[in-house]
């Protein structure tokens, strides 16, 4: 099965549960700032996962509908507007949106280029004319420079031993998370009873590292330009050792 696939569930909620509503919040008034103008009549969260941005934005009057892949995150986003649906065949109408924002690396999973940039096909079609986007990436600069390759950290009740690599010939940064909970590998409750009793449960998460070029080519094949590439949600230009690549654009009319 395909990774993305296995790993957003309630393990990623754990282990990810820093990446939180305070974060949202600033994501959202970044959204508010840069995005600004006319107000938008429909705005897509893509891969919304658990709702943390459809609620930070419809709390700022945007009109905010999530999609994602996993059910498991998407019944978190109780009370909000949402449904399942793969990013590559989005479930809506052409002209829908007139934005679409897709927050933390949501971008890049799947193992062929062309069906990445079927995704930026499906933005373009979901966006009305003259609609915005905002695709937030890790900096493939920093991040292959920085790679812890192995580490253990605790949390969410669970210790992980954490592998991360580059595959150059992917040009693919993977991570490789092995789970065991205090009590060891067979107390792990969502662990499968075969795997629980044999192994503690392994996840992968393999994600194409972007340099910026390439996604501004992607993104103007399928039709939409890049007004202005981004380093981190404070606003700042994109540098070659900022933390994110944030990359907001417009559908032309
Ligand atoms: C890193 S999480 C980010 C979630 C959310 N944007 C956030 O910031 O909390 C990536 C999300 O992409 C979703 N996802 C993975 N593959 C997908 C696909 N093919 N179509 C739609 N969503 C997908 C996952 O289920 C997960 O919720």
Same mark, same amino acid.
Not at 231 to 237: A, D, H, L, Y
């Given at each position: 099965?395909?990774?993305?696939?296995?790993?957003?569930?309630?393990?990623?909620?754990?282990?990810?549960?820093?990446? =939180?509503?305070?974060?949202?919040?600033?994501?959202? +008034?970044?959204?508010?700032?840069?995005?600004?103008?006319?107000?938008?009549?429909?705005?897509?969260?893509?891969? #919304? !996962?658990?709702?943390?941005? *459809?609620?930070?934005?419809?709390?700022?009057?945007?009109? &905010?509908?999530?999609?994602?892949?996993?059910?498991?995150?998407?019944?978190?986003?109780?009370?909000?507007?949402?449904?399942?649906? =793969?990013? #590559? #065949?989005? %479930?809506?109408?052409?002209? &829908?949106?007139?934005?679409?924002?897709?927050?933390?690396?949501?971008f890049?999973?799947?193992?062929?280029?062309?069906?990445?940039f079927?995704?930026l096909?499906?933005i373009?079609?979901?966006?009305?004319?003259?609609?915005?986007f905002?695709i =937030?990436l890790?900096?493939r +600069?920093?991040?292959?420079?920085?790679?812890? *390759?192995?580490?253990?950290?605790?949390? !969410?009740?669970?210790?992980?031993?954490?592998?991360?690599?580059?595959?150059?010939?992917?040009?693919?940064?993977?991570?490789?998370?092995?789970?065991?909970?205090?009590?060891?590998?067979?107390?792990?409750?969502?662990? %499968?009873?075969?795997?629980?009793?044999?192994?503690? %449960? &392994?996840?992968?998460?393999?994600?194409?590292?972007y340099r910026p070029e390439e996604v501004t080519i992607g993104l103007k094949w399928a039709g939409l330009e890049v007004d202005a590439l981004y380093?981190?949600?404070?606003?700042?230009?994109f540098?070659?050792?900022?933390?994110?690549l944030i990359l907001v654009g417009h559908? %032309?009319?």
């Open positions: 099965m395909a990774w993305y696939k296995e790993w957003f569930g309630q393990e990623y909620l754990e282990l990810y549960a820093h990446r =939180d509503e305070r974060e949202a919040e600033r994501h959202a +008034e970044f959204v508010r700032g840069v995005l600004g103008g006319e107000h938008p009549r429909a705005v897509l969260d893509l891969a #919304c !996962g658990a709702g943390r941005h *459809t609620e930070k934005l419809r709390g700022r009057g945007f009109r &905010t509908f999530g999609v994602d892949l996993s059910v498991t995150l998407l019944v978190q986003a109780r009370g909000l507007p949402r449904t399942a649906g =793969d990013m #590559c #065949c989005l %479930p809506f109408r052409d002209l &829908t949106f007139d934005w679409v924002l897709n927050f933390f690396t949501s890049g999973y799947f193992e062929s280029e062309r069906q990445n079927r995704v096909e499906e373009e079609r979901v966006l009305a004319p003259g609609g915005r905002l =937030d890790f900096n +600069e920093q991040v292959v420079a920085n790679l812890v *390759t192995r580490e253990t950290q605790e949390r !969410g009740g669970f210790r992980v031993e954490i592998e991360r690599w580059f595959d150059e010939a992917t040009e693919r940064v993977n991570k490789r998370m092995r789970l065991e909970s205090a009590a060891g590998p067979a107390a792990v409750p969502t662990a %499968p009873a075969s795997k629980a009793t044999e192994a503690a %449960p &392994t996840f992968l998460e393999s994600v194409r590292a380093g981190n949600f404070e606003r700042e230009s540098q070659s050792d900022s933390e994110r559908k %032309p009319s």
